[in-house]
């Protein structure tokens, strides 16, 4: 399938928008429920081709779920795990995947899952993971792409992460669950979402503190404390950061339901100091509107509650029409730049010096054809399709269907006017329906 966006930019997005299940929570809490001898189940799992890949690799352990569209809700049975490995088909897929390694360590004392290797924004690397569990009292061997990693017993210690890696935060408190004793992650990542596994893990029966915090204690208990239970997952705000970002744009007014306005301080102020504006409505509803030419800023970006590195390319294109010259700094990754020139085919006006980006407001954007390198590159190219002059045609929506939920079904809902063709199919341009109602059981996605 070659699947395209087509874009007629100008429109002013108008109307209410709500944002789904955290993408970069829900993955994670699916890989936590093989903890339990039993059923899970998570609410507000947004429905995406990451989430059918973590269902797979839940599914290729022995685990069985059920995905209600209605509820969007999954259920998990890990009553019977029949496989402690973790296949390169599907962590090359995506890393998160990874995720899977500290929970099978917890549950079976053993697992062999394949190495994620880099990916296109840089070269993610994960020893951090490792030498925690090594630190915990895994023996582990790294042979033809995958990690085997066995131990007796996992016994708690204290561990100090270099720096504040998100996806290391979490395998290690997945792996120090039932571990003997007390497991201490110093310089550990705050990201909302590493609060909300702690949440979840404590829901089910483990001993969390300080998750939210740069230290995080963990208490090992035994497998009977842990049992089934049900869990509502926080909102994205990634997706959240990024239909604002589409509203302020286009000069827009628009109301966002489902928000933790709390989670995206960082990233407000920074539009606020641009000229939007943004008025909380509700404790999880806000008002994003913006109706003057945006000013340039300056950012770096950084570890939560610093700027997120997930909203860099989406501000970029924000920046491309401010008015003066704006900024960006990526500390997180090595290759986060690859809007760029797609954006500058558009008319942006873009330098770039290793990992910093200089952005000269120009007057507007022009439509353009145009390809998503990675999911929120992918993302700031549609917003750029929408302010821009005339027709912009975004290729290899794949990496946008990873994260974003009906993403182009609710930018419609807006007044945006975006189409998703298929290239094979005759080019012909569809309105996208309006997802099916009703309870539709799904045991294999
Ligand atoms: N790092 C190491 N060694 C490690 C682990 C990380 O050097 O063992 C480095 C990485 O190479 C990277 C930096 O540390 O340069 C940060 O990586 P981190 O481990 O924090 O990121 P992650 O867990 O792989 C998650 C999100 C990303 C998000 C980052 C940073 C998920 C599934 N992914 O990745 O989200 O950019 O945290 O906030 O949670 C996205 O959603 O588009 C996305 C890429």
Redesign the pocket.
Known sequence: MAEKFKIQGGETLKGEVSIGGA??AV??LLAATILVKGKTKIYNVPRLT?VDIMLNVLSDLGASYIYDKEEKSVEVDASNITSITAKYELVSK???SF?ILGALMSRCKEAIVALPGGCA??????????KGLEALGAKIKIENGYVHAKASKLTGTDIYL?????????NLMLAAILADGATRIQNA?Q?P?IVDLANFLNTIGADVTGAGTSEILINGVKPSDLHSAEYTTIPDR?EAGTFMAAVVATKGKAILKNVYPAHLTFFNDKLIKMGANIKLVEPTTIEVSCRNRLTSINFVTQ??PGF???LQAIAMTLLTTANGVGIITES???NRFMQVPDLRRMGADIHQDRNHAIIKGVKNLTGATVAAS???AGAALVIAGLMANGETIVEKLHHIDR?YEEFEYKLQKLGAKIYRYDDNEGAEFNQIKAPEKGVINESRI
């Open positions: 993408k970069n993955l994670k990451d995506m890393r998160a995720i924004i840089g070269e993610r690397r994960v020893d951090f993971h490792i270099d720096i504040p890696s998100v996806g290391a935060t979490e990542a990201e979402e990634i570890p939560y997120p590195t997930d997180l990754y090595e990675d999911l929120r994260g």
